[in-house]
């Protein structure tokens, strides 16, 4: 009975274990500077609230794109040729 307790607290340190080294693996690549990769991430939204909480989130990480001419309605836009075939050259 004695050694099934030990060997019991002998898995809770190795678990306790793994789980910080885990813990600390992602905390050293969530850590790592965005800045590795020069160019911003590209985004295209589709409506202006998206490109707004976009541009807060992402900050200087991100450039957000709002395709939709100033004068047009969001609901009503669709992309003219030239404009469909660079957002799947994106994709």
């Known amino acids: 009975m004695v050694s099934h307790l030990h060997f019991t607290e002998e898995r809770q340190m190795n678990a306790r274990k ?45 450039k957000v794109v709002f395709p939709v001419p100033p004068d047009m309605d969001p609901a009503f836009w669709k992309p003219d040729m030239r404009r469909s075939g660079s957002f799947r050259r994106l994709t």
């Open 18 to 62: 793994f789980i910080f080294c885990t813990f600390l693996f992602f905390i050293f690549f969530l850590a790592l500077p965005l800045h590795a990769n020069a160019e911003k991430l590209i985004i295209y939204t589709v409506n202006y609230p998206l490109a707004y909480f976009t541009e807060r989130i992402g900050g200087e990480h991100v």
